[in-house]
T-cell receptor
Framework: GAVVSQHPSRVICKSGTSVKIECRSL??????MFWYRQFPKQSLMLMAT?????????EQGVEKDKFLINHASLTLSTLTVTSAHPEDSSFYIC?????????????FGPGTRLLVL | AQTVTQSQPEMSVQEAETVTLSCTYDTSESDYYLFWYKQPPSRQMILVIR??????QNATENRFSVNFQKAAKSFSLKISDSQLGDAAMYFCAYCAGGGADGLTFGKGTHLIIQP
């Protein structure tokens, strides 16, 4: 149980285009999903917290207009990188927290590697 | 704000031996949780073990155990009988009680298993 998927696993796009990444909890309902960013050989940095049916909460320094987050259902959150630039190239990982039971453990998706040319 | 520090960028251990990875943290909260996550080359984050701050007993999961020293704000991971499949990046992580906040991660320790 507690499986989280992400799509796509890898994407290459041209500078100036927008890219959407989907995060799904497959066998549980997730009232909260989180988006992290990981640069090569670095740790995970929290970008934003996504709660179903409400606006996302962004960490300091993360541009909300650039990284659009939508959490329209209890099993799906999307991250859209708008007008992507080469510096946005990174590994993006989502996680999901169950709505009941073990509230503190987060289950991670396999990540999405974004390369902006 | 909470911080998590892993002071060992890299550790190496012989197969079948025991290794301990260090982690310290800083928080003003009384209700919190600590985790160790493993990230193999596939980059999939895998939960290794978790510890509730209110529990005095150290968590154990098969070959993995922690030494939780609350007063010292220390949370080390011991891996016994190391196996080749244990080779990975290991991240120590913190979250406040309730789980509403995201995880704060340490910088990670790269664990190498020598055959």
């Amino acid at each position: 149980g507690a499986v989280v998927s992400q799509h796509p696993s890898r994407v290459i796009c041209k500078s100036g285009t927008s890219v959407k990444i989907e995060c799904r909890s497959l066998d549980f309902q997730a009232t909260t999903m989180f988006w992290y960013r990981q640069f090569p050989k670095q740790s995970l940095m929290l970008m934003a917290t996504s709660n179903e049916g409400s606006k996302a909460t962004y960490e300091q320094g993360v541009e909300k207009d650039k990284f659009l987050i939508n959490h329209a259902s209890l099993t799906l959150s999307t991250l859209t990188v708008t007008s992507a630039h080469p510096e946005d190239s990174s590994f993006y990982i989502c996680s999901a927290r169950p709505g009941q039971g073990d509230l503190e453990t987060q289950y991670f998706g396999p990540g999405t590697r974004l390369l902006v040319l | 704000a909470q911080t998590v520090t892993q002071s060992q960028p890299e550790m190496s251990v012989q197969e079948a031996e025991t290794v301990t990875l260090s982690c310290t943290y800083d928080t003003s909260e009384s209700d919190y949780y600590l985790f160790w996550y493993k990230q193999p080359p596939s980059r999939q984050m895998i939960l290794v073990i978790r510890q509730e701050a209110y529990k005095q007993q150290n968590a154990t999961e098969n070959r993995f155990s922690v030494n939780f020293q609350k007063a010292a704000k220390s949370f080390s991971l011991k891996i016994s009988d190391s196996q080749l499949g244990d080779a990975a990046m290991y991240f120590c992580a913190y979250c406040a009680g309730g789980g509403a906040d995201g995880l704060t991660f340490g910088k990670g320790t790269h664990l190498i298993i020598q055959p």
